[in-house]
């Protein structure tokens, strides 16, 4: 059994979508359009990312995250890296 719409024959078990305007139209168009720019936008907020390289401070590199706070004990201290012969790197060592 097929059903009948206005633009000819179509498979049976689907369903025809008729607007009875073409302000339904125009307003449904709307809809979607808005609903997606909403869920765009939504998501580039979601994303963001600090980095903290922990060289006698706990402050974001750029400044623009926020500090991190010392919940534990411990201290700054430069070691020497192996691989380099003369160079050291401060880190923060926890105890």
Not at 11 to 35: C, D, E, Y
Not at 41 to 61: G, H, P
Not at 68 to 89: H, I, K, W, Y
């Amino acid at each position: 059994m097929f059903l009948r719409s206005e633009t000819g024959v179509v498979a049976p078990g689907f369903v025809v979508a008729s607007f009875k305007s073409k302000n339904m139209k125009k307003n449904i168009t709307r809809l979607f359009l808005a609903i997606l720019l909403l869920g765009t936008a939504t998501a580039t907020f979601a994303q963001q990312t600090y980095y903290y390289d922990f060289r006698n401070s706990f402050n974001e590199n750029s400044g623009s995250g926020p500090a991190l706070n010392v919940l534990g004990t411990g201290a700054f201290t430069d070691v020497p890296l192996p691989e380099l012969s003369c160079l050291s790197r401060t880190v923060y060592g926890f105890t």
